[in-house]
């Protein structure tokens, strides 16, 4: 069964940083555009950003542009986010989200677009 994994959560401090990293229990990622999301405290679940087969990246989020960005690593499999100059309101729970697709230029902003979905990471922004 395709499942997805994330890891790389934790406690930081303002300002601070976190890669977090999101691998499947098995086949590749090369065929699926990958979403990352956030869901804070009280909050529904946002779309943050994507990536597409081929290495685009789309933001959904004004905030985490120039903070955040997301790249694939294909030796590892894997897709990771990089979390830098972190905020407080960063704060909640992050999962990772495939689709598989055909285009290698697209990306998904809504959540009900992915099929499969990771278990989600706490990361937690403070002082």
């Known amino acids: 069964q395709f499942q997805l994994v994330e890891s790389g959560g934790g406690l930081v401090q303002p300002g601070g940083s976190l890669r977090l990293s999101c691998a499947p229990s098995e086949f590749t990622l090369n065929n699926y555009a990958i979403g990352w999301f956030r869901q804070a405290p009280g909050k529904e679940r946002e779309g943050l950003l994507c990536i597409t087969r081929t290495g685009l990246k789309t933001y959904y989020t004004d905030s985490v542009k120039g903070r955040f960005t997301v790249f694939r690593d294909t030796a590892k499999n894997t897709v990771n986010l990089q979390m830098n100059s972190l905020k407080p309101k960063t704060t909640g729970i992050y999962y990772c989200?495939?689709?598989?697709?055909?285009?290698?230029?697209?990306?998904?902003?809504?959540?009900?677009?992915?099929?499969?979905w990771g278990q989600g990471t706490q990361v937690t922004v403070s002082s």
């Open positions: 989200a495939a689709i598989i697709t055909n285009s290698g230029y697209r990306c998904y902003e809504g959540a009900t677009e992915y099929a499969y």
